[in-house]
């Protein structure tokens, strides 16, 4: 995971190393139009790309399923035949659809931490910490009228990231493959690889005449973006550089052996034969009433996308034998940390605390 502030300070040697013919600038800038300026955060956290100068963006098919699934109905059923504008003016709103573009990132490590005493721990340190997180905000956000302000903690609690975003609430459905490519292979496909799945879909984004976020309206016009990508016909050749540049989920690297054996025989089974009883039931309904197998669509395939992802995490982490992977690491640290007052009793701490 590389932090888009320190790609010229951390990465930027090694990725020009390795083919990349764009400057740290020129992916990451905080005050000038680059790479960032054509991702979004799709929806509830999905990745989508500007394509066009007219904010067209592609995003996944599973990402856009919900949006679709609302615009559908048994006489327009979107879902199963697909869907694709002709003209701007057969584009569809998707109520309640919005796309957040990070305008700037800073690290306010300092600002949040910087008046926490080391000393405090638990609940003490969460409501300090708690209370900078919301000064640094609200500071943001008065010097950057009109955007929204996140904080976000990272490596564990060690580092605070601001993230300033503009957000566009007019999104529109452009174009959609129809299940059978969109969702080719369903979920026995889902997570595996390689994956032959049409996974796509398209969405433009409008703002109001003065390219700013609106609120739907008919007058609004297509976002003039301030950078899309060129969508190459050619196809990439052995040994081009690749990379990707999104949002993914979080990491749990470092979490005790007691936390994976957690996971792999309680957590993990639990959270597998509930879905598997909620989805026989949406299942059985939707195949009796095709009104009920559009509405329960997208709720359907999210239940399904982590029943088959829990399913592969316990397969992988029981193959791979982790939880005894993860304990012979603890007693190298243990061993190791011994003859170190600061260590010598972090993991005992740490797991009275799982406890």
Same mark, same amino acid.
């Given at each position: 995971?590389?932090?888009?502030?320190?790609?010229?300070?951390?990465?930027?040697?090694?990725?020009?190393?390795?083919?990349?013919?764009?400057?740290?600038?020129?992916?990451?800038?905080?005050?000038?139009?680059?790479?960032?300026?054509?991702?979004?955060?799709?929806?509830?956290?999905?990745?989508?790309?500007?394509?066009?100068?007219?904010?067209?963006?592609?995003?996944?098919?599973?990402?856009?399923?919900?949006?679709?699934?609302?615009?559908?109905?048994?006489?327009?059923?979107?879902?199963?035949?697909?869907?694709?504008?002709?003209?701007?003016?057969?584009?569809?709103?998707?109520?309640?659809?919005?796309?957040?573009?990070?305008?700037?990132?800073?690290?306010?490590?300092?600002?949040?931490?910087?008046?926490?005493?080391?000393?405090?721990?638990?609940?003490?340190?969460?409501?300090?910490?708690?209370?900078?997180?919301?000064?640094?905000? !609200?500071?943001?956000?008065? !010097?950057?009228?009109?955007?929204?302000?996140?904080?976000?903690?990272?490596?564990?609690?060690?580092?605070?990231?601001?993230?300033?975003?503009?957000?566009?609430?007019?999104?529109?459905?452009?174009?959609?493959?129809?299940?059978?490519?969109?969702?080719?292979?369903?979920?026995?496909?889902?997570?595996?690889?390689?994956?032959?799945?049409?996974?796509?879909?398209?969405?433009?984004?409008?703002?109001?005449?003065?390219?700013?976020?609106?609120?739907?309206?008919?007058?609004?016009?297509? $976002?003039?973006?301030?950078?899309?990508?060129?969508?190459?016909? !050619?196809?990439?050749?052995?040994?081009?550089?690749?990379?990707?540049?999104?949002?993914?989920?979080?990491?749990?690297? $470092?979490?005790?052996?007691?936390?994976?054996?957690?996971?792999?025989?309680?957590?993990?089974?639990?959270?597998?034969?509930?879905?598997?009883?909620?989805?026989?039931?949406?299942?059985?309904?939707?195949?009796?009433?095709?009104?009920?197998?559009?509405?329960?669509?997208?709720?359907?395939?999210?239940?399904?996308?982590?029943?088959?992802?829990?399913?592969? !995490?316990?397969?992988?982490?029981?193959?791979?034998?982790?939880?005894?992977?993860?304990?012979? $690491?603890?007693?190298?640290?243990?061993?190791?940390?011994?003859?170190?007052?600061? $260590?010598?009793?972090?993991?005992?701490?740490?797991?009275?605390?799982?406890?």
């Amino acid at each position: 995971m590389w932090m888009l502030p320190y790609l010229q300070k951390m990465n930027s040697k090694d990725m020009k190393a390795r083919g990349c013919k764009l400057s740290a600038e020129e992916i990451y800038s905080m005050n000038n139009s680059s790479l960032k300026d054509a991702i979004v955060i799709f929806g509830g956290g999905c990745t989508g790309e500007i394509v066009s100068p007219d904010g067209l963006l592609f995003t996944n098919h599973h990402c856009g399923y919900g949006s679709i699934q609302s615009l559908s109905s048994v006489e327009h059923d979107y879902l199963k035949n697909g869907f694709w504008a002709m003209s701007r003016a057969e584009e569809l709103p998707a109520p309640g659809l919005k796309v957040r573009f990070i305008r700037r990132i800073v690290d306010v490590t300092p600002d949040v931490l910087g008046a926490v005493p080391d000393i405090a721990g638990g609940g003490e340190r969460e409501e300090l910490v708690a209370g900078q997180v919301k000064a640094v905000s !609200e500071r943001l956000a008065g !010097e950057n009228p009109g955007m929204d302000v996140e904080i976000k903690s990272f490596f564990g609690g060690n580092q605070y990231f601001a993230f300033v975003i503009e957000v566009f609430r007019d999104v529109r459905l452009v174009g959609a493959p129809p299940t059978s490519i969109g969702k080719f292979g369903g979920d026995t496909d889902n997570w595996a690889w390689p994956r032959h799945t049409g996974d796509f879909s398209m969405f433009r984004i409008y703002a109001d005449k003065d390219n700013r976020p609106a609120a739907y309206s008919p007058d609004n016009v297509p $976002y003039r973006s301030k950078k899309h990508f060129k969508i190459s016909t !050619e196809g990439i050749q052995e040994g081009d550089f690749t990379m990707i540049y999104g949002f993914p989920g979080n990491t749990q690297e $470092y979490i005790l052996s007691d936390a994976v054996d957690y996971i792999v025989h309680r957590s993990d089974p639990m959270k597998i034969r509930i879905r598997t009883e909620r989805l026989d039931r949406i299942n059985a309904a939707q195949e009796k009433d095709p009104a009920m197998r559009i509405m329960y669509a997208a709720i359907n395939a999210g239940i399904s996308n982590a029943w088959k992802k829990w399913q592969g !995490e316990a397969l992988g982490l029981t193959r791979l034998n982790t939880v005894a992977s993860k304990q012979e $690491y603890e007693q190298a640290f243990q061993a190791w940390a011994q003859d170190k007052p600061e $260590y010598r009793d972090v993991l005992k701490e740490l797991k009275a605390e799982y406890a």
